[in-house]
């Protein structure tokens, strides 16, 4: 079974990294795009072997050959265009952050729900084997208890005031809201769910309109507590995951690909990772979960929860004060 494929919001992410792995994946295939350019729609599909190109949103959701709709536009209009999505009948991969609020992610799941289609949230590292393998052993057991986790999330991206990344009322916010999505949830995935959050956050060396800088310390309900610390300012940065327990550390870092170094019971190991397309396990994942009709690793409820999250650490970096969520 093929899906067919329509792509809301062809942008950079879409034409680097999403179109090119609907193309590999086994189960997919890209029938239309949207750019409101006409021109730049046609050179769109030629480029990337879509059927058609669209130039309005309800052209594209009105094509009765399409099965799913990728959703990558910015945040604010995520809720809107999902429950138009899903009241077609169209099954749905959103970008993260799922949406701006917590409240649009409850309508969006609820929209979904009351059609039958489904819902999945592009929480990427979720889908490399390295992650996978770490959740085995902290089901196994292998760390002991979970006493820290940390994943930076630290890149250089300036922000152009113009574009919607700087403009809290169309991104929800900076760096918590761009790059927080993946690692919060990364830290939810591994360790547990997440009972209270602390933070700081600031702008002080590009002065955006929204935060460039901050880390966000979570508690979980299993004792445990981890930080993510996010930039858009940091040029370079090699440690993608901690995890300490009691009976074992992992570290998972980059050095010419993702390597993990794992020490358990006295002794280091050193475990390489090869490159993989995580765009296109989401895309072949998704199309298997609409196949059999099984739930996603990463739901529309996973996004609610990451958005929680997130709300609360802004919150906190407001107030000063740890917010249970």
Same mark, same amino acid.
């Given at each position: @079974?093929?899906?067919?494929?329509?792509?809301?919001?062809? /942008?950079?992410?879409?034409?680097?990294?999403? @179109?090119?792995?609907?193309?590999?994946?086994?189960?997919?295939?890209?029938?239309?795009?949207?750019?409101?350019?006409?021109?730049?729609?046609?050179?769109?599909?030629?480029?990337? /072997?879509?059927?058609?190109?669209?130039?309005?949103?309800?052209?594209?959701?009105?094509?009765?050959?399409?099965?799913?709709?990728?959703?990558?536009?910015?945040?604010?209009?995520?809720?809107? !265009?999902? %429950?138009?999505?899903?009241?077609?009948?169209?099954?749905?991969?959103?970008?993260?952050?799922?949406?701006?609020?917590?409240?649009?992610?409850?309508?969006?799941?609820?929209?979904?729900?009351?059609?039958?289609?489904?819902? !999945? =949230?592009?929480?990427?590292?979720?889908?490399?084997?390295? #992650?996978?393998?770490?959740?085995?052993?902290?089901?196994?057991?292998?760390?002991?208890? %979970? =006493?820290? /986790?940390? @994943?930076?999330?630290?890149?250089?991206?300036?922000?152009?005031?113009?574009?919607?990344? *700087?403009?809290?009322?169309?991104?929800?916010?900076?760096?918590?809201?761009?790059?927080?999505?993946?690692?919060?949830?990364?830290?939810?995935?591994?360790?547990?769910?997440?009972?209270? =959050?602390?933070?700081?956050?600031?702008?002080?060396?590009?002065?955006?309109? =929204?935060?460039?800088?901050?880390?966000?310390?979570?508690? #979980?309900?299993?004792?445990?507590?981890? #930080?993510?610390?996010?930039?858009?300012?940091?040029?370079?940065?090699? %440690?993608?995951?901690?995890?300490?327990?009691?009976? /074992?550390?992992?570290?998972?870092?980059?050095?010419?690909?993702?390597?993990?170094?794992?020490?358990?019971?006295?002794?280091?190991?050193?475990?390489?990772?090869?490159?993989?397309?995580?765009?296109?396990?989401?895309?072949?994942? #998704? *199309? *298997?979960?609409?196949?059999?009709?099984?739930?996603?690793?990463?739901?529309? @409820?996973?996004?609610?929860?990451?958005?929680?999250?997130?709300?609360?650490?802004?919150?906190?970096?407001?107030?000063?004060?740890?917010?249970?969520?």
């Amino acid at each position: @079974m093929k899906l067919k494929w329509g792509v809301l919001g062809a /942008g950079s992410v879409a034409q680097r990294r999403a @179109m090119p792995a609907i193309q590999k994946a086994d189960n997919a295939e890209l029938h239309a795009l949207l750019s409101r350019d006409a021109d730049r729609a046609k050179r769109l599909a030629t480029e990337y /072997g879509a059927a058609t190109a669209y130039t309005t949103i309800d052209a594209l959701l009105a094509d009765d050959a399409l099965d799913a709709i990728y959703v990558s536009t910015p945040v604010h209009l995520h809720c809107e !265009q999902v %429950i138009a999505a899903a009241e077609l009948g169209l099954h749905v991969l959103c970008d993260k952050p799922m949406a701006l609020t917590p409240q649009e992610c409850t309508q969006m799941i609820s929209a979904c729900d009351a059609n039958g289609v489904h819902l !999945q =949230v592009c929480f990427l590292f979720r889908f490399h084997s390295c #992650f996978q393998q770490l959740r085995t052993w902290v089901n196994a057991g292998r760390f002991g208890q %979970i =006493v820290h /986790g940390r @994943m930076p999330f630290l890149k250089q991206y300036p922000l152009a005031l113009d574009e919607w990344r *700087a403009q809290p009322e169309k991104g929800g916010g900076g760096c918590f809201m761009d790059l927080g999505p993946h690692s919060v949830d990364m830290l939810r995935y591994l360790i547990g769910e997440v009972t209270a =959050v602390s933070a700081f956050y600031n702008s002080t060396i590009h002065d955006y309109p =929204v935060e460039e800088t901050g880390g966000i310390l979570l508690r #979980f309900d299993n004792g445990a507590q981890a #930080f993510t610390d996010l930039s858009f300012s940091v040029p370079h940065c090699d %440690i993608v995951l901690e995890l300490y327990g009691t009976e /074992g550390t992992v570290w998972v870092y980059n050095d010419d690909g993702w390597k993990i170094r794992t020490h358990f019971d006295g002794e280091t190991q050193l475990i390489p990772s090869q490159y993989e397309d995580l765009y296109q396990h989401q895309f072949e994942h #998704f *199309a *298997a979960c609409v196949q059999h009709g099984t739930a996603p690793i990463t739901s529309g @409820m996973d996004g609610l929860r990451a958005n929680e999250i997130l709300a609360a650490a802004y919150r906190a970096g407001q107030t000063g004060q740890v917010v249970h969520c």
